[in-house]
């Protein structure tokens, strides 16, 4: 029988285990139940890989995540290691054949989400086979305290009850020890091996950097920049905007998040992996899977959701154990806005009830009716149509899910595409003789600028609201329009799958969930006001702040951070600043802005520094707003 080194080695080609790998691997061989806390890129999947190879029987992992089950598998399969995912694709033909093969096929690994398990027919198949391992993957999700409490977790534990003799290993890169217990508890997991790795990175430097000047920030940081970097931004907009800047200063930057198309996603990806474009500027969508060992540094414009968000983000950086940097810019109104956003996009259990009513309104639901049919829904028709806010009502329907009430798929992540594919003279040519395209033609060039050079992700919905006419309408005419070699039109379906799982009851169905859903909004607010008060802090060190966040009390100041830095007299004192500054202005005059850009001082030590300068007379300030020596 083969060592897990020599699994290791054959099928993933490395030398050696990293930290507590082999200790948990060894545990689960064991067959003791266990809960492995690993930060992001810890190898946590290796754990129930390697037990899975070594073991007489098929492991069942479960995952939030469909993309990430499909690279999991995918991954796996290249390896010649046979596993199957269960996905909401597979009819129930397909459904029967995988469990053939993971009964007699010696595939080794089930992959399916929590909502998979809740089907009676899935349990009944999972009884018949042999389980050797149960890994449940974000196992934070079971926990009402967690930053990402999912219902469908807590029937996790019927695993147990169908394959009492499995050994079940839960993993998790983010968890306080309140929710460390609640997995314990929620899993009903015997007297387990818990293995938690200090989230203490040596080479990563955490910075809060407060400024007004946002951009011209990041433009410094990014100049000093030797490798690969990763700018989060809190919308899909921002992506763009901030990937547009950069580039037009001279950067090679993609953009990511969750709009974007799976072609889309791909290419930006690979161009960041290749380093063709070495700067990605993402929404938090990024980030699933990512092993990039050159990232140097990850910048955050606007503060993150939570803590454990922030840890596993920046965790991203250094992954090659190489210096690398953490940072976060911001100001008072980005605080503010931040605040601001949450409450106006936290859906309430009053707003969830409007919803919910609306809902069984807008496809004529009688009290008391549970259709079997699934209806098409485009969240942005229904939001037009009773006046709803869109990511609040977002909100309120993804909340309606987790509580499962309603069944949702994505499609409205799928966008249409559209390019002209003839000059502009043709197609004003083709406007005289077709008169009654005019005003959706004319509307597209204003609206959508490059639409002759590349493709243009449009929305149907929004262009039939600007010319008062249907989204009907406007699909027609795209095509006439893709017929007759003007455009080229990609249409894409962006209505979702929407499935009633309850009978219509306007009050019981919200009132029982109400507990939960408030519960929820409190914790969330108290991980978003833990974010606030880090980036707020300027006097405890920053590693400090995140160690005792997840309980490592016992930890020293870092000496590499801002705040360490900052209370380092030796190294900042007023003197030093201002003899690089002397030096500096022995060269020639120079504004403020082209000093800070040259130092490693904060923007407010130099400015002091300049300030005291002009007072002792030591420099002068030029009728060019720049500073000269006396």
Same mark, same amino acid.
């Given at each position: ?21 082999e200790e948990i691997i060894t545990a689960v061989l064991n067959g003791n139940d266990t809960v492995a806390l690993l930060p992001t890129g810890g190898g ?93 993957? &974000? ?21 147990? &009850? ?9 993993? *998790?890169?983010?968890?306080? !020890? ?12 015997? *007297? ?18 407060? *400024? ?23 919308? #899909?907009?921002?992506? !763009? ?54 990232? #140097? ?39 503010? &806005? ?158 979702? !799958? ?133």
């Amino acid at each position: 029988m083969m060592s897990p080194l020599e699994i290791l080695k054959k099928y993933w080609n490395y030398s050696h285990f990293k930290q507590l790998q082999e200790e948990i691997i060894t545990a689960v061989l064991n067959g003791n139940d266990t809960v492995a806390l690993l930060p992001t890129g810890g190898g946590k999947s290796l754990c129930y890989q390697i037990p899975t190879l070594l073991s007489n029987g098929v492991c069942i992992v479960v995952s939030p995540l469909i993309a990430l089950i499909h690279d999991q598998v995918n991954a796996l399969t290249k390896k010649n290691i046979k596993a199957i995912s269960l996905t909401s694709q597979l009819h129930q033909e397909e459904v029967i054949i995988a469990f053939d093969n993971l009964q007699f096929g010696n595939y080794k690994f089930l992959y399916l989400s929590p909502e998979k398990l809740q089907s009676d027919f899935i349990q009944n198949k999972i009884k018949q086979l042999k389980v050797s391992i149960i890994a449940i993957d &974000e196992a934070h999700c079971i926990s009402e305290w967690g930053h990402d409490f999912r219902p469908s977790y807590l029937t996790l534990r019927v695993l147990k &009850e169908l394959q009492p003799k499995a050994t079940t290993i839960a993993l *998790t890169a983010t968890a306080t !020890k309140r929710v460390i217990k609640d997995i314990i508890q929620q899993l009903e997991l015997k *007297t387990p091996s818990l293995f938690k790795q200090s989230f203490k990175r040596e080479n990563l430097i955490y910075q809060v950097i407060h *400024t007004e000047a946002v951009n011209t920030k990041l433009l410094q940081i990014l100049n000093k920049l030797p490798s690969s970097a990763i700018v989060y931004t809190n919308s #899909r907009k921002q992506t !763009k905007e901030i990937s547009s800047f950069l580039n037009k200063n001279g950067f090679k930057s993609s953009f990511y998040h969750g709009g974007l198309s799976a072609t889309e996603k791909e290419i930006s990806f690979n161009n960041w992996m290749a380093n063709y474009t070495p700067i990605m500027v993402a929404t938090n969508a990024f980030g699933m899977g990512i092993d990039k060992p050159d990232v #140097r540094v990850v910048v955050h414009l606007n503060i993150p959701n939570s803590i454990e968000n922030y840890i596993q983000e920046a965790g991203r950086a250094g992954r090659d154990g190489k210096i690398s940097d953490a940072i976060i810019i911001t100001n008072k109104p980005t605080i503010y &806005e931040t605040i601001h956003k949450f409450k106006n996009s936290t859906a309430t259990v009053q707003y969830i009830k409007t919803v919910y009513q609306y809902l069984n309104q807008f496809y004529k639901i009688s009290i008391g009716e549970m259709p079997a049919e699934s209806f098409n829904f485009s969240l942005q028709e229904f939001c037009t149509t009773y006046k709803l806010d869109l990511l609040k009502t977002y909100n309120a329907i993804k909340s309606l899910e987790r509580e499962n009430i309603i069944l949702i798929d994505d499609n409205y992540t799928k966008k249409s595409t559209l390019k002209f594919i003839t000059n502009s003279n043709l197609v004003f040519s083709y406007l005289e003789k077709n008169p009654s395209k005019n005003g959706l033609v004319k509307l597209l060039l204003r609206s959508y600028g490059g639409i002759f050079d590349h493709y243009i992700i449009i929305n149907e919905f929004a262009l039939s609201k600007k010319l008062n006419t249907s989204k009907y309408e406007i699909k027609k005419q795209l095509k006439q329009l893709h017929q007759n070699n003007i455009v080229n039109y990609n249409y894409q379906n962006t209505n979702s !799958k929407l499935t009633f799982l309850v009978a219509r009851d306007d009050q019981y169905t919200i009132n029982s969930i109400a507990k939960n859903i408030t519960q929820q909004n409190t914790v969330k607010h108290e991980k978003l006001q833990a974010a606030i008060a880090y980036v707020k802090n300027n006097t405890t060190c920053r590693n400090v702040q995140l160690l005792s966040y997840f309980g490592e009390t016992s930890q020293q100041p870092c000496e590499k951070c801002d705040v360490c830095i900052a209370n380092n007299k030796v190294t900042h004192t007023s003197k030093n600043i201002s003899e690089q500054i002397v030096q500096l202005l022995k060269e020639g005059t120079l504004s403020s802005q082209e000093i800070t850009d040259k130092l490693t001082f904060t923007d407010q030590e130099i400015l002091n520094t300049l300030k005291l300068l002009l007072e002792k007379n030591k420099i002068t300030l030029t009728s060019q707003n720049t500073f000269k020596l006396n």
